[in-house]
């Protein structure tokens, strides 16, 4: 069956940095588009980044553009989520998706305070 597990996230200080990371197994990664989505407490779950399968394509909410990276590793069938200077507004569960499918993580909360 198909799993997602999030790692990397926790508290960190406006202006610091995150990776999270998303191992994937049960499909094969290498065809699938993936994403990460948030969702911050109250608020609807967006879209945060999305890469292709191949790696060629990637896309980005504005309010993340130049700030974070999508990147992925076939070989380790993982997903990667580089976030730089990371605001408050960042504050959120993160979750790792299967784009258009209905498989998703379990989410990794994400605290930017000081």
């Known amino acids: 069956q198909v799993q997602l597990v999030e790692s990397g996230g926790g508290l960190v200080q406006p202006g610091g940095s995150l990776r999270l990371s998303c191992a994937a197994s049960g499909f094969t990664f290498s065809s699938y588009a993936m994403s990460w989505y948030r969702q911050a407490t109250g608020q609807e779950r967006r879209l945060v980044a999305a890469?292709?399968?191949?790696?060629?394509?990637?896309n980005y909410a504005d309010s993340v553009k130049g700030r974070f990276t999508i990147s992925r590793d076939n070989a380790k069938n993982t997903v990667y989520l580089q976030m730089n200077s990371l605001k408050p507004e960042d504050t959120a569960v993160y979750y790792c998706?299967?784009?258009?499918?209905?498989?998703w993580g379990q989410g990794t909360r994400v605290t930017v305070s000081s």
């Open positions: 890469i292709t399968g191949a790696a060629d394509i990637t």
């Open positions: 998706h299967v784009r258009y499918t209905v498989y």
